[in-house]
């Protein structure tokens, strides 16, 4: 699976498209979380035009990979990057939190065939996927389980509880990504409740750990791969994040983590998206 310098450079360009309908369908929602969407735009893009094995016009694919939101209110880039691979139409982006419709606040995968799992309280998605990951293993298959979570939502007892099991069952068909953007609603990761050190942690629970920039699309794709190579380990990717990645003025500023622009933000938070790059710096990181 590895990837070329023009299929990142593809990849690239759907994050791009994908940060600028985060935005747009934010804005038109007036609800919604900013900061985790656009932090995880790479990495969402990463898996659904490279890493995933799916079919946007068949979601129930009996042979798909399986990906687990565990931290629901992100999943605006769910829904962008669904939408710009074929699972619905892209003017339906648009309806996000509106009455009636399939994309609500948090994935609820009997209105949206695609989604797996609901994930409204924190702290459940790597027992959903570690139950999911054994049970495919026990059928035989030979499909791979993801699992994204937040950092914040580490401080919910369930994880590590799916940890221990997932380390004691060796899963090595459970690949999943930490979200290491330093922020919650209401603080720094550090002055709530300090995680570190984080990869000791998950290593203690029999992971294999990989610690990557987050917006590297090379290093995403990679990390999966050796992932992958695993024959007794699930592994835990943990991924350096900027909240609000593109949009300069909101980068790293947890106030964003659970508020929507208004049209006036959005209109110079678009201007910026295409032109934004850069890398986790070393003083954040």
Not at 69 to 81: C, D, F, K
Not at 156 to 180: P, Q, V
Not at 183 to 199: F, S, Y
Request: charge should be negative; hydrophobic fraction near 35%; proline fraction near 5%.
């Amino acid at each position: 699976m590895a990837i070329s310098k023009e299929q990142i450079g593809e990849v690239e360009a759907k994050a791009c498209d994908i940060r600028e309908t985060i935005i747009e369908m934010l804005t038109e929602a007036k609800s919604g979380h900013t900061a985790g969407p656009l932090g995880m735009t790479d990495i969402f893009s990463a898996f659904y035009f490279h890493i995933l094995n799916h079919k946007a016009d068949d979601p129930e694919w009996e042979e798909r990979d399986r990906l687990i939101l565990s931290n629901g209110h992100i999943v605006p880039v769910r829904y962008a990057a669904m939408a710009h691979a074929g699972y619905f139409p892209l003017k339906e982006i648009m309806t996000l939190r509106k009455f009636g419709t399939r994309l609500q606040g948090h994935p609820e995968p009997d209105k949206l065939p695609g989604l797996e799992t609901t994930s409204g309280p924190l702290g459940s998605g790597l027992s959903q996927a570690s139950g999911i990951a054994y049970g495919l293993r026990m059928d035989g298959k030979e499909n791979y389980t993801y699992c994204l979570l937040s950092d914040g939502e580490l401080q919910a007892g369930n994880t590590w509880e799916a940890a221990m099991f997932a380390g004691n069952n060796k899963l090595n068909n459970l690949i999943s990504i930490i979200d290491r953007n330093n922020i919650q609603i209401n603080g720094m990761t550090q002055d709530v409740m300090p995680l570190e050190p984080l990869a000791d942690k998950f290593k203690s629970f029999n992971f294999h750990v990989i610690e990557i920039d987050g917006h590297n699309i090379e290093e995403i794709v990679n990390a999966v791969e050796e992932g992958k190579s695993q024959t007794e380990k699930p592994t835990m990717i943990i991924a350096k994040t900027i909240p609000g990645k593109g949009v300069p003025e909101i980068e790293c500023d947890y106030t964003w983590h659970g508020k929507p622009p208004s049209k006036e933000e959005a209109e110079r938070f678009l201007k910026n998206v295409r032109t934004c790059g850069g890398k986790v710096t070393e003083e954040y990181a």
